[in-house]
């Protein structure tokens, strides 16, 4: 293979970072599966009230879209995916009073407040691939994560 049809992906430290990002996000979204059945036999939940524990995390999404599109535009990237740890950090902190109060509502409370981080750190990442190296191969970035 000769060099000129070797494709440049881009800086390769923050594309790491950028993966574990990715790790972080599927975290954030995946931990409702590992959470309905134990609240379900926690708090003696019906089906319909442990897809509560979905459409927690789910509906920061719907709520949260547009208004994490003019965060990101006001603050950057990189300031966002920041707050967005933050306030993902914050809902998984929650789970502690939830806990100990014994509370399925507090744990929802928890659970969109994790979603809302999800929701901005989605919204920075998947953007900010692109801009990580040349626009031309920001395709291949995008599939690579």
Known sequence: ???????????????????????????????SGFLTPALRSAFNLTT????????????????????????????????????????????????????KAVSFPLFLVALFVGGIGNTLLQGAVNPYITILGPEDTAAVRMSLM
């Open 1 to 31: 293979m000769s060099n000129s049809s070797k494709i440049k992906v881009g800086p390769v430290g923050p594309l790491m970072i950028v993966g574990i990002v990715f790790f972080m996000i599927g975290f954030g979204v995946g931990i």
């Open 48 to 99: 319909g009230q442990s897809y509560l524990v979905t459409a927690a995390i789910f509906s920061a999404f719907l709520i949260f879209g547009r208004p994490t599109g003019w965060v990101i535009k006001k603050i950057g990237y990189r300031k966002a995916m920041m707050i967005a740890f933050f306030i993902m950090a914050l809902g998984m902190w929650l789970f502690v009073p939830s806990s």
